[in-house]
């Protein structure tokens, strides 16, 4: 298989980076990144300065891609604005989909990190990152929505919880006030995804959790 992942320099993207690496099913990667990773013989790493607007290299290099791994997001400390997170969430997202379904295998699978607090729907009350949350939430919306429009578009939105580095032991008071899983669970749970696809959509954390 021919993944293409996004935002591999992160915490998610890199553990999802080295699983790639070591996974015989993955054939090649490509990396959209705005910086250089260091090299492996089954790596392309192409650089994307605005995700809003890809090169002709990046339309090149996802050609015949089977999957992407989408991890581009705003962590809710670090949302400068609601016009950024728009740009960033809905904007980015939505404009890969279309990239990667003019240029790459049918069928495609796209999997998208999303969170435990997206909200899709847009009236309901919330009682905390009210904005966050339905934008995270109509992300989830327009990727199935397009895949819905579009014949041989998959898309498989994984909803994490607190997201905790692998070996370390979970806080006891983690699972009492949040849910939470494991990076390299997490990595492999949208890894599977890519690779076979899902017998649903959209995937909660704590069935994230027991699946594994």
């Known amino acids: 298989m021919k993944c293409i992942l996004a935002g591999s320099s992160g915490f998610v993207g890199h553990e999802l980076l080295e699983q790639c690496l070591k996974n015989p099913s993955v054939t090649s990667i490509v990396a959209l990144s705005r910086r250089e990773l260091p090299p492996h013989d089954k790596l392309q790493v192409v ?7 890809y090169p002709d290299t990046a339309k ?28 960033v969430s809905i904007g980015y997202t939505t ?12 069928p495609f ?3 998208y990190c999303s969170g435990a607090g997206a909200e899709q729907d847009q009236t309901k009350p919330l009682w905390f990152m009210q904005d966050y949350r339905r934008i995270r939430g109509q992300v989830e919306s327009e990727i199935l929505k397009f895949a819905n ?7 498989y939105i994984v909803k994490p919880g607190l997201i905790f580095s692998r070996g370390v032991p979970l806080p006891s008071f983690v699972s009492n006030i949040a849910t939470s899983i494991k990076v390299d669970n997490l ?7 890519a690779l ?3 017998e649903k959509k959209v995937w909660e954390n704590s069935e994230v959790n027991s699946g594994l």
């Open 47 to 53: 650089i994307v300065e605005d995700f809003s607007s």
């Open 60 to 87: 090149e290099a996802v050609k015949d891609a089977d999957a992407c791994i989408w991890t581009i997001g705003l962590t809710p400390t670090k949302v400068p604005d609601e016009e950024t997170a728009r740009r």
């Open 95 to 106: 404009t890969a989909a279309k990239l990667f379904n003019e240029n790459c295998r049918k």
């Open 109 to 111: 699978r796209f999997v």
């Open 149 to 155: 429009e579009n014949a041989g578009f998959e898309s």
């Open 187 to 193: 990595a492999a749970k949208m890894l599977d995804l």
């Open 196 to 198: 076979k696809g899902g």
